[in-house]
């Protein structure tokens, strides 16, 4: 026997065996897979397909049109014709008549040589009980958003009510001590506690309000936002803290403008001042530097400070819903929280860079799509 025969019944020889476990892979798999040609007729079929389509093996070489369905408002012909003439992958999801969901994956098979697709691999991955799972998760969400914005609305009106007072009160409370007797200056303490729980009361309220639009995705208007003037407005929000703790606010523009929602942008800055004003180091003049810079397609704003710091375990925990360094002290524990989820949803990112009684820094990381 020449070499050149021997040679090709090896190849022969191989091309079988190949193809006895491509017709085994197709007679045992458990994942529904079609195979169609260029001329839109199907080529191969495994055994599962048949819950998608009543196939016999005749039906082998019959045009895909022909062919009957069990899928809800069928397009699959349209949608194979169209993976061909791109080129391009296709993911879709579609129900049976079962009401079952499937992830339809079509797959050009191109000839490398002419970079033309030969046909299609269909494949179809059963994702009903993952839409079930994401349709009951939507429902608790909307369920929750709409306790929060709730309680937070029917909050409101009793608790203007109570500052009303409040501020009657702190108005009149001479005139009742001169009336009634007691202590002036006891009376102005027991007013000036009770106005700061009904203030902390407020913040409470609207932090509830924030991480239910946060959370829900609530999209705010996208602006041309000048950090200058979103700094100034926290700065006037937060200056009887920057008064009272003698902080230094150093601000280094570099990027001076952004295209981001204004409320947003306000709440990232407003939590983060406010929490360098907050843990500050006893027996040092709190410092804090605000930095926004641009580097490549990423715009940055850092807000560091001279304060107490952050152990690497603390780091772990500070986004965490309710998550608080200091027990005492004013605050509810969800203004990281706010920050990282804002950042997420805008597909940012944040990271704090710190060492226990030299201070921290945090650095928001937004991508330049979002720049004006």
């Known amino acids: ?9 090896v190849q022969i020889k191989e091309l079988i065996e190949l193809n006895e476990e491509l017709e085994n892979y197709f007679s045992n798999t458990i994942i529904p897979q079609l195979f169609v040609d260029a001329d839109l007729n199907l080529r191969k079929f495994t055994p599962p397909a048949m819950k998608q389509f009543s196939l016999l093996p005749e039906h082998i070489g019959r045009p895909m049109a022909e062919m009957v369905d069990h899928i809800r408002y069928s ?6 014709q169209a993976v061909i003439n791109t080129g391009e992958i296709l993911e879709k999801e579609i129900q049976t008549t079962d009401l079952r969901w499937f992830q339809m994956n079509i797959i050009p098979y191109l000839i490398k040589k002419q970079n033309k697709a030969n046909g299609v691999i269909i494949t ?10 994401l349709r009951e998760l939507e429902k608790l969400n909307a369920s929750h958003e709409t306790f929060i914005y709730a309680v937070s609305h029917d909050l409101k009106a009793p608790l203007a009510n109570i500052e009303g007072l409040v501020a009657l009160l702190i108005e009149t409370s001479d005139e009742i001590v001169a009336r009634e007797g007691g202590d002036i200056e006891e009376q102005k303490i027991v007013m000036g506690l009770l106005s700061q729980s009904v203030k902390s009361m407020r913040n409470m309220i609207d932090d509830l ?4 639009k946060i959370e829900g995705n609530y999209q705010e208007t ?7 003037t979103i700094l100034q407005e926290v700065q006037w929000t937060l200056k009887d803290k920057i008064k009272e703790s003698q902080a230094q606010i150093c601000i280094d523009i570099q990027a001076p403008e952004i295209k981001f929602p204004r409320k947003n942008l306000r709440s990232i800055i407003y939590n983060l001042l406010s929490n360098a004003l907050k843990y500050t180091s006893p027996g040092r003049n709190p410092e804090v530097w605000i930095k926004t810079i641009k580097e490549s397609e990423i715009v940055q704003l850092s807000v560091k400070d001279n304060g107490l710091g952050i152990t690497p375990e603390q780091q772990e925990l500070i986004f965490a819903q309710y998550a608080r360094l200091k027990k005492e002290g004013e605050g509810t524990g969800i203004g990281l929280y706010l920050v990282k989820r804002i ?3 805008a597909e940012g990112k944040i990271k704090v860079q710190s060492k226990p009684g030299e201070g921290s820094e945090f650095i928001v990381y937004l991508k330049a799509g979002t720049l004006g």
Do not use: G, Y
């Open 343 to 345: 950042l997420d949803n």
């Open 75 to 80: 397009t699959i012909t349209e949608n194979i």
């Open 1 to 9: 026997m020449k070499p050149a025969e021997k040679e090709s019944k």
């Open 222 to 228: 996208v602006e041309n936002i000048r950090f200058e």
């Open 124 to 133: 179809f991955v059963d994702i009903t009980e993952r839409i079930k799972t």
């Open 209 to 212: 309000s924030d991480i239910a």
